[in-house]
Nanobody, 122 residues
Framework: HVQLVESGGGLVQTGGSLRLSCAAS????????MGWFRQAPGKEREFVAA????????YYSDSVKGRFNISRDNTKNTVYLQMNSLKPEDTAVYYC???????????????WGQGTQVTVSS
């Protein structure tokens, strides 16, 4: 059973940057593709970015492409989301998730973190 703990959220001004981290434990990290999702107040959860188990493949939602970068360090069991050029519409709770590596790119996420709040002020 994989446990995921996000960190790195906070308050930032428009145009600023944040780096989110998600530390995994309880499983073999390299066996999982990882993803980031977000949910803004009153909206459904939406996909942000995903990275394959070995880090070789990545994809992003159109809304963050060119601004966000997902990466992972399999020696530290951690996935990151570098967020640049932040906009107020990026304000949301950000969640990381893990899915078995057999399902790329249609990842079936089995495990979720508790989320970290990102607020972008205008």
């Amino acid at each position: 059973h994989v446990q995921l703990v996000e960190s790195g959220g906070g308050l930032v001004q428009t145009g600023g940057s944040l780096r989110l981290s998600c530390a995994a434990s309880g499983g073999i990290f390299i066996r999982y593709h990882m993803g980031w999702f977000r949910q803004a107040p009153g909206k459904e959860r939406e996909f942000v970015a995903a990275i394959s188990s070995n880090g070789a493949s990545r994809y992003y939602s159109d809304s963050v492409k060119g601004r966000f970068n997902i990466s992972r360090d399999n020696t530290k069991n951690t996935v990151y989301l570098q967020m640049n050029s932040l906009k107020p519409e990026d304000t949301a709770v950000y969640y990381c998730a893990a899915g078995p590596k057999t399902d790329w790119p249609n990842i079936q996420y089995n495990y979720w973190g508790q989320g970290t709040q990102v607020t972008v002020s205008s």
